[in-house]
């Protein structure tokens, strides 16, 4: 396997390419650093796979990447590179999310029109589904995205699709439910809590807690992100999950028995964000024989053991 893995420097990026890494695959990094959250904690992410043989690492966007010699030779594409954050997704950073997260993925598409992948794997969101959904979430349910960060993935999974079903491109797509673990980005929601514990801070919650999400362990989605590059169907999506329903005081909770602190400071909700999500994993357990297997404390213990060994908190 050769692989071209774009956000190879973010939180689930670097993950996998390391997993790509441990099977023997050559991997070809891209990422462009955007300035979402401080370079040096992705400049950590890549420290290990930096230096070790069969990585090459391309910084450039992918707007201004020569797509064609990247993609030489290669047999998978696992597309993750995106401006992430539901929040900062409002006004006028629109248009960030709309150069990242659409124009990009349609260059990458377009570039990959004729060549002889065996995969092209996309990186996409629950938060594609919205709030007027059934839970638990199915794939065959109409998205109705909440956020403007929700509809740029979900114009993504749009355009892989119609290059599939056009130009015959391999696609398939994985909608990730809240992704957590060691690299987190600072902005979401655990490594938040737990560097605010860390610090002696209190922890801020917008919402009455009652609202729920389905986390899923990085290292389950590596494995998910992997599998369907070896046997994901083109032309579907596939819902990630961690295979719970857990609401946001749960978390505060474990998050307090883990680190033996518990201030919470409660906010109003934020515009955006959906109130509930839980997947229905039964098509990627099927294709991509994808089960979870890292329980939501044995996760945020890794996620606490990280930051409490790291200097990232400070």
């Known amino acids: 396997m050769k692989a071209l893995v774009t956000g190879a420097a973010g939180f689930i ?22 300035d979402y959250y401080p ?13 070790r043989p069969g990585f090459r690492f391309v910084e450039q966007r992918i707007q201004d990447a020569d797509l064609r010699s990247l993609l030489d030779g290669v047999t998978h594409v ?5 401006q992430a954050g539901v929040r900062k997704s409002w006004g006028r950073d629109f248009r960030i999310y709309t150069e990242n997260n659409v124009e990009a993925t349609q260059q990458l598409l377009e570039a990959s029109v004729g060549l002889p992948l065996h995969r092209f794997v996309y990186a996409s969101s629950s938060s594609v589904y919205g709030d007027n959904v059934s839970i638990p979430m199915r794939e065959t349910a109409l998205p109705q995205p909440v956020s403007p960060y929700g509809v740029t993935k979900l114009a993504g999974e749009q355009l892989c699709y ?29 490594n938040r809590f737990i560097r605010a514990a860390l610090d002696g801070r209190p922890i801020t919650l917008y919402g009455d807690g009652e609202q729920t999400r389905d986390f899923t362990f990085v290292a389950d989605a590596v494995t998910a992100t992997i599998a369907a590059g070896d046997r994901g169907v083109p032309g579907r999506a596939y819902n990630i999950g ?41 098509l990627a357990r099927a294709d991509l024989g994808f089960a979870p297997s890292v329980s939501l404390p044995e996760g945020i213990e890794a996620e606490y053991r990280w930051l409490s060994s790291t200097q990232v908190h400070g």
């Open 39 to 51: 370079r040096p904690l992705k400049e950590a992410n890549l420290g290990q796979s930096r230096s």
């Open 162 to 190: 119609l290059y599939h079903v056009n130009h015959r491109v391999p696609t398939s797509a994985l909608r990730y439910f809240t992704v957590y673990g060691p690299r987190q980005r600072p902005d979401m929601a655990f």
């Open 78 to 82: 696992f597309h993750l590179a995106a």
């Open 242 to 282: 961690g295979g719970a329903r857990v609401s946001m005081n749960q978390v505060l909770e474990i998050i307090g028995r883990v680190t033996g602190r518990l201030d919470v400071r409660r906010e109003a909700a934020q515009k955006g964000d959906m109130r509930d999500t839980y997947a229905d994993t039964t």
């Open 13 to 34: 990026g670097s993950h996998l390419t390391a997993g790509l890494l441990d099977r023997g695959a050559e991997v070809v990094g891209l990422d462009c650093f955007t």
